[in-house]
């Protein structure tokens, strides 16, 4: 287990300069755009900034040094979880961000919930239905559920559910109904990606020889499929399921929009319409953190649900070249 460790160690340390890295290159590309924006909605009348506010944040932003000096400072304040002032209200963009994720959190961990269910049921429905009447329409969803916009499916899903049924509120988007209807819609898509991959590897692993022995040996259907074709099959899907947190951050805004929530979406489209650099710059930041812990507890999985991995030496690093063969 030593080796593990150190392969985790190792894992942790190049998150840790991915997060840097992309901080310094929002960094960078907010601060070449033109017209120093920062000093533009400082001076803007309507935010009503006095000269002396304006002083304490042009010296908090050290809008006065070099370039360079800003970038460690701002870094500096990043690492320890102070994200600035939102240039728009005035207030911590720490505390609009610790408002606005609680709402995130529960759309998203919803959806992704109710995306692994449905493409488990699409992935037994596609092994177990009849071939002529069912399979052929069960494998065919995923690519109609990708066709659709997660807006389009939000619209329908409110036309039908909150004004023909009644089965929430408009009016109360961050009820347990209007979450749950909420990431219905964001979760269908994400669905798809899933479905895909699991269907393909179920596929396969059905036509493996110990699948037709446990068939020889008159197990159930739901026996063969959960010991027999899972299992085997996790490893594709769980790398689709970290790369579907993209897509449930990406789709949030929209969907956040289409059903009323103030979540993070919310939160970062008021920024680009009021400009609000160091709210986006710290949105941008904390999305680039998720994607890597998700990736880090993924990397981390692999080995642990692999024996294969294991048997390769990759911890041990007793061969380069095989390490790089087997997480390439």
Do not use: C
Not at 185 to 201: D, F, K
Not at 298 to 306: C, F, I
């Amino acid at each position: 287990m030593s080796g593990y460790w150190s392969y985790a160690l190792r894992r942790a340390l190049q998150g840790i300069l991915v997060i840097i890295l992309a901080y310094v290159l929002t960094f960078t590309i907010v601060t070449v755009l033109p017209g120093d924006p920062v000093t533009t909605m400082l001076r803007d009348p309507q935010n009503g900034y006095s000269e002396e506010e304006i002083r304490q944040l042009s010296s908090y932003y050290g809008l006065d040094q070099p370039v360079l000096l800003q970038l460690v400072t701002s870094l500096g304040r990043f690492l320890i979880g102070d994200f600035g002032v939102s240039l728009r209200s005035n207030t911590s963009v720490g505390g609009q961000i610790a408002l606005a994720l609680p709402s995130t959190l529960a759309l998203a961990g919803t959806a992704l919930v109710f995306a692994l269910i449905l493409a488990l049921a699409i992935g037994y429905a596609s092994q177990y239905l009849p071939k002529r009447y069912g399979q052929g329409f069960v494998r065919s969803l995923p690519s109609l559920f990708l066709s659709v916009p997660n807006f389009v499916i939000g619209l329908l899903l409110i036309h039908v559910f909150a004004f023909g049924l009644g089965a929430f509120q408009i009016l109360k988007p961050e009820a347990p109904a209007a979450t749950f209807f909420a990431a219905v819609a964001l979760g269908i898509p994400v669905s798809a990606q899933i479905a895909e991959v699991l269907v393909a590897n179920l596929d396969h692993e059905r036509s493996q020889e110990s699948t037709v022995v446990s068939r020889a040996r008159g197990l159930t259907h739901p026996g063969i499929f959960f010991r027999h074709l899972l299992k085997p099959s996790l490893l594709p899907v769980i790398t689709i399921v970290a790369l579907a947190a993209g897509e449930l951050l990406g789709g949030s805004l929209i969907t956040e929009t289409v059903f009323g929530r103030n979540g993070i979406g919310t939160l970062v489209q008021k920024a680009v319409v009021s400009q609000d650099l160091p709210i986006l710059q710290a949105t941008v930041s904390l999305a680039a953190v998720v994607f890597v812990v998700i990736n880090f507890v993924t990397d981390l999985v692999y080995p642990l649900l692999d024996p294969r991995l294991r048997s390769t030496g990759i911890f041990a690093m007793k061969s380069s070249k095989q390490s790089k063969e087997v997480f390439a």
